[in-house]
């Protein structure tokens, strides 16, 4: 697979019937290794290793319904009482993140409410902060690492 622009991570792999696995630590088993599912891999340890959220908070590759359509989002971070905090897009490192892929991550938050959204093709990583009140979002240099909620 092809290297991206995230920090070194531990992976098991597997081989069956002649396609590579990769063992996802969310969902707890192995899937196939395409290269959007690299890419996803990668967030995910960057997530959990990196900006240290509990692997209980991060939900893979889930269906909502968007408008009358069924639609499947990459990666949620939820925060401790069930709100999503991060909504992630994932695309191939051969797939050019262009304005349609913000209008896509944007539309899914139309539903989901998210505070922060992460568009990554594993080579360029977008990272933005909601601003509803005003409808747009405000680009950052990094999403924020987690921070347990006091109670």
Same mark, same amino acid.
């Given at each position: 697979?092809?290297?991206?622009?995230?920090?070194?991570?531990?992976? @098991?792999? /597997?081989s069956n019937e002649n396609k590579t696995l990769i063992f996802?630590?969310?969902?707890?088993?192995? !899937?196939?290794? %395409?290269?959007? $599912?690299? !890419? @996803? +891999?990668?967030?995910?340890?960057?997530?959990?290793? $990196?900006?240290?959220?509990?692997?209980?908070? *991060?939900? !893979?590759?889930?269906?909502? &319904?968007?408008?009358? %359509? *069924?639609? @499947?989002?990459?990666?949620? !971070?939820?925060? =401790?009482?069930?709100?999503?905090?991060?909504?992630? $897009?994932?695309? =191939?490192?051969?797939? &050019?993140? %262009? +304005? &349609? %892929?913000?209008? +896509?991550? =944007? @539309?899914?938050?139309?539903?989901l409410q998210a505070n922060y959204l992460?568009?990554?093709?594993?080579?360029?990583?977008?990272?933005? /902060?909601?601003?509803?009140?005003? $409808? /747009?979002?405000?680009?950052?240099?990094?999403?924020?690492?987690?921070?347990?909620?006091? /109670?």
């Amino acid at each position: 697979m092809q290297e991206l622009h995230f920090s070194s991570y531990s992976f @098991r792999f /597997k081989s069956n019937e002649n396609k590579t696995l990769i063992f996802d630590i969310v969902r707890k088993k192995f !899937v196939v290794l %395409t290269p959007e $599912e690299w !890419v @996803r +891999q990668h967030v995910v340890h960057l997530l959990n290793s $990196e900006k240290k959220y509990p692997l209980s908070h *991060i939900n !893979v590759e889930k269906q909502i &319904k968007l408008n009358d %359509t *069924i639609k @499947r989002y990459d990666i949620v !971070v939820f925060n =401790a009482d069930g709100s999503i905090h991060i909504i992630v $897009e994932c695309k =191939a490192p051969s797939i &050019k993140i %262009t +304005q &349609k %892929t913000f209008d +896509q991550i =944007a @539309r899914y938050n139309f539903v989901l409410q998210a505070n922060y959204l992460m568009i990554t093709n594993g080579l360029d990583h977008y990272y933005c /902060k909601m601003d509803f009140k005003n $409808e /747009k979002y405000d680009f950052l240099k990094d999403i924020p690492n987690y921070e347990p909620q006091l /109670k």
